[in-house]
């Protein structure tokens, strides 16, 4: 069982930047394609970004496109989102999870395994 711990959140302004960290424990996380989510008050999970087991490919939303980088050091076992440009709406929980598979990385219910979250404020 993976379990999954995420850091590097806290209070930024607007325009600011942050990198999120997510450590995993178990020896098994190289096989998994890895995703960060979030969640503002009032509303539901989304996806944000996503990492493939080699680090190659990279997925992300278009809310985030071009203002956040997924990466991930498989010797680490730790994956990474760089968030530049911050704006207000970003502020949320973010978490990372572990994805069921490949195929549908963009969509909340495929992901199996969630760290507990970091909270993100982006002041304006």
């Known amino acids: 069982q993976v379990q999954l711990v995420e850091s590097g959140g806290g209070l930024v302004q607007a325009g600011g930047s942050l990198r999120l960290s997510c450590e995993a424990s178990?020896?098994?996380?190289?096989?998994?394609?890895m995703g960060w989510l979030r969640q503002a008050p009032g509303k539901e999970r989304e996806f944000v970004a996503a990492i493939r087991m080699s680090g190659r490919t990279t997925y992300y939303a278009d809310s985030v496109q071009g203002r956040a980088t997924i990466s991930r050091d498989n010797a680490k076992n730790t994956v990474y989102l760089q968030m530049n440009s911050l704006k207000p709406e970003d502020t949320a929980v973010y978490y990372c999870?572990?994805?069921?598979?490949?195929?549908?990385?963009?969509?909340?219910?495929?992901?199996?395994?969630w760290g507990q979250g970091t909270q993100v404020t982006v002041s304006s």
């Open positions: 999870a572990l994805a069921r598979g490949t195929l549908r990385l963009w969509e909340v219910d495929y992901y199996s395994a």
């Open positions: 178990g020896r098994t996380f190289s096989t998994y394609a």
